[in-house]
């Protein structure tokens, strides 16, 4: 059953990169456009670049994600990305396993048909040599008998919202999933990561989803991650297809949640990424704003 339409979604972002002169730019990837799927779509989708771009062309990656690649011969000393999108956004309610599901149960086997195509999302792929990682993760099973799949997802999930402290970084990248078990702390990346190696620890088929978050201002959720893009996580369950979890702020399911790229590891699914010539020290800095707003908001952001 499919929850009422939310009110139309626009989402602003505003990247620019300055120099202390002009410099050269080389090939940038934008990965900001959001994801088209049954609850989620994308009605408008612009994307405003300057210095104008020499060529840009858009595909899709291994994932099906949709990529803008920009090539430039003009030199300058900022370089400006704006993506403004407007979407419908119908998040399907909670989900729920009857026991008559293949997966109500842990362990439970993925179908001969579909494991070849999820063998990359249940390989682990990040060291765990002491096993600290598969220990966290098993504590979420029952002691005795089958654990209903359900308690697992929700518990993980929710452990990693109430065990860890949610912070900014100023580092580039993620960090490794046992720094953010022994630190108890991370961004949202860095939270997804850690739940998607840990279910794959347990055999259960796990990728990373980068987008952002809707916070509605009439509604106080306690969201972390807002102001920024977001990442979170999608399982796979036999008969019940990805579903999403964000342990950051603890949701289950697409609600307030904007799906942009899908993809096995958080490196795949980087929003910008790009390069230009000139000396280390000609890169001052760079300003990123995020706004994600109800159309009817929209005229005052």
């Known amino acids: 059953m499919i929850a009422p339409t939310m009110p139309l979604l626009t989402i602003h972002h505003k990247t620019e990169?300055?120099?202390?002169?002009?410099?050269?730019?080389?090939?940038?990837?934008?990965?900001l456009r959001p994801r088209d799927s049954h609850d989620l779509r994308v009605l408008s989708s612009e994307l405003e670049i300057a210095p104008k771009p020499a060529s840009l062309r858009w595909i899709h990656d291994v994932f099906g994600n949709s990529v803008a690649i920009a090539t430039f011969e003009e030199r300058a000393d900022r370089l400006s990305i704006v993506s403004t999108a407007t979407i419908e956004h119908s998040p399907a309610?909670?989900?729920?396993?009857?026991?008559?599901?293949?997966?109500?149960?842990?362990?439970?086997?993925?179908?001969d048909e579909e494991f070849p195509d999820l063998v990359q999302?249940?390989?682990?792929?990040?060291?765990?040599?002491?096993?600290?990682?598969?220990?966290?993760?098993?504590?979420?099973?029952?002691?005795e008998g089958a654990t209903p799949t359900f308690n697992i997802l929700s518990g993980i999930t929710h452990g990693i919202r109430n065990e860890f402290t949610y912070r900014k970084r100023h580092e580039h990248g993620t960090q490794h999933p046992l720094d953010t078990l022994q630190t108890g702390s991370g961004t949202c990346r860095d939270f997804a990561l850690f739940m998607i190696e840990a279910l794959r620890r347990l055999g259960i088929a796990a990728r990373f989803v980068?987008?952002?978050?809707?916070?509605?201002?009439?509604?106080a959720h306690g969201?972390?991650?807002?102001?920024?893009?977001h990442a979170w996580v999608q399982v796979y369950l036999p008969s019940a297809g990805w579903i999403e979890f964000d342990p950051t702020n603890g949701i289950i399911g697409t609600r307030d949640l904007i799906r942009v790229a899908v993809a096995r590891d958080p490196r795949q699914a980087i929003p910008l990424h790009g390069t230009y010539l000139g000396s280390a020290d000609a890169f001052v800095g760079m300003d990123v704003s995020i706004n994600v707003v109800s159309a009817s908001e929209d005229a005052g952001v």
């Open 17 to 31: 990169y300055r120099y202390t002169h002009n410099v050269a730019f080389g090939e940038h990837r934008v990965m």
């Open 93 to 111: 309610e909670e989900f729920a396993l009857t026991a008559d599901d293949p997966a109500y149960f842990y362990p439970f086997v993925y179908d």
């Open 121 to 143: 999302f249940i390989t682990p792929q990040y060291g765990d040599p002491n096993g600290e990682l598969s220990a966290w993760a098993r504590k979420f099973l029952d002691a």
């Open 210 to 219: 980068s987008g952002y978050i809707f916070i509605p201002g009439d509604r």
């Open 223 to 229: 969201y972390v991650g807002g102001g920024n893009t």
